[in-house]
């Protein structure tokens, strides 16, 4: 979940992460999906602790698995976010993949069996 770090957007856009992970959640359980905050634009000089520490505060109370500090426009930590929610995902034992075979081998569920409940989130659950 990705949010704008930068001073003049950070307030409205980390207050719209709980929205969106209300919507999720109604979706799924926490326990389903790892969910990483990202916080972009990172390469601006107008961000200040006080905005690191309030998504730090963010990730603890909606029990995040991680906080990360990217910049899309720079490309800066990108890979890392990548390489950290692939890591996160092979860990997880969620209904959403299935490992098959030999190796790091990460297949996502192609079920589209979905409950009319479920079809009317925010988002397309499996």
Do not use: Y
């Not at 719209?16 to 926490?30: A, E, I, P, R």
């Not at 389903?32 to 107008?46: T, W």
């Not at 976010?81 to 995902?89: D, G, M, N, Q, V």
């Not at 997880?92 to 098959?100: A, D, E, H």
Request: a neutral charge; one cysteine or more.
């Amino acid at each position: 979940m990705v949010f704008d770090m930068t001073d003049d957007e950070s307030r409205k856009s980390l207050h719209s992460v709980k929205d969106w992970s209300n919507q999720l959640f109604h979706c799924t359980s926490k326990n389903d999906i790892p969910i990483i905050l990202a916080g972009n634009k990172c390469e601006s000089v107008a961000i200040s602790n006080r905005i690191t520490e309030h998504a730090l505060r963010m990730v603890e109370e909606l029990q995040f698995d991680s906080f990360m500090k990217v910049s899309a426009k720079e490309n800066i930590h990108v890979n890392a976010l990548f390489e950290k929610a692939i890591s996160l995902a092979l860990d997880s034992q969620g209904r959403f993949m299935s490992m098959r075979g030999r190796g790091n081998v990460l297949r996502l569920s192609t079920s589209t069996a979905h409950s009319q409940e479920r079809r009317n989130c925010c988002c397309w659950c499996t």
